[in-house]
């Protein structure tokens, strides 16, 4: 069973086995390697993501479990962490220190910035619509211009998200949140078809997955209507069905994990 | 209901104020919960944000957001960025009664959403007072923060409404 963490208290081993993880998946260009998994959100065309459905939970919970499992195949003891943007510690600091440029003298850190891996012409229109998301040059990696870290969500924001007594409700409130966690980070983060490019994307849609999981288990959490149950979730092999019981996936939650 | 037509233009040139008078016509009726719905939003550019003023029809992006000028919360629309297809790849289809068309909705189909602002309304009729508008003031979040600003253009939508409720929903309990 892998055990998704909280990105702030990672072990000096956890946060290697991560970076060395995503060093893995950058250097593969087929569909083991990064490029394809972010390109499934948006670009290449075509957008598969869910966003502004009642499929966005599901879709992102199977998104996150075949990029795990991606992650798994290069480095088996890496797991997605998830960043918990409504704790005192990012509301100081933002971002996760793990997630941070390195300094000049270490090695690049890969969970700072992530290769976009798109063709020219598609470089040529995201330099050109969303000026900013990306570096200059033939071989781009994500930017990040984040806003000040008191501006990121208030645990009281996500009660009111938590105290939701249905699945739409839930995932609306929900959704709204994550919305502004994704310009809260600006940079690609900002924009729908390349924000996947940034590696701290996938902390970021772990914490979304989590407090979803959370709500589950909670007294109010219940499952999505009957008419979404059978659902597929393009492009994955998954249905919503498929994705309400994490520990058929796989993976659990944990805030720290000693020994 | 009022539609995105019948909104007007705030004093700040860059906002919308609907006016959504309560109590209205019908009197007051109690409520413990209450919503600004907004319809039919685009999410096809860029991403942005909608921060909701009462009563405060000159609002605009330097505003405050306190509830003394009115503020009663925002949200943010996650934008796809463009079109980055060939022509017509970003135009919605009409909608298809055709039951055996088993193709998924459109990536850019307009989405619905709301804020709460239960609290900002309830301070206000407690004060005596009535909502008579609601000024929205729209912000692009650019992938940089320098190039932010106010961006009218960007806020399209179908209709907005204040809708009250009575009884027990999510969004009355109390943050725990």
Known sequence: MGIRRNASTLSAAEVEALRQSFNAVYGLRDDRGYGYFAGLHGLPLPVYCEHGTSLFLPWHRAYLYFFERALQDQVAEANLPWWDWTSAAAHEQGLPPAYLPSGATAPANPLAAGPVTLSADDLTLVRANLPGAI???????????????????????????????TFNSFNMLLEGIHNGVHVWVGGAMSAVPVAAYDPVFWAHHSMVDRLWYLWQISPRGVNPPAALLDRPLPPFPMTVRDTLDISTLGYEYAVQVIG | MVTAAA?????AEQTLVVDLPFPGEGGEAAFSRADIVITGVDHSSISYEVRLFLNNPSADAATPRTPEAGYAGRFTVFGHGGCYGDPGHCDMPSASDD????RPAHPLTPLDTYVTITDPLQRLLAD????????????SMTPSREDRKPAPELLK????????YLTATEADVPPV
């Open chain 2, 128 to 139: 005596g007072g009535a909502l008579e508008t609601v000024t929205l003031v729209p912000l």
């Open chain 2, 7 to 11: 909104a007007r233009t705030g004093e």
């Open chain 2, 157 to 164: 939508f179908q209709d907005v409404s204040l809708q009250t």
């Open chain 2, 99 to 102: 039951p055996t068309d088993l």
């Open chain 1, 135 to 165: 570096t200059a040059g033939s071989q781009p990696v994500t930017r990040r211009d984040p806003d000040f870290p008191d501006e990121l969500p208030r645990p009281a924001t996500v009660s009111r998200a938590l105290n939701s007594r």
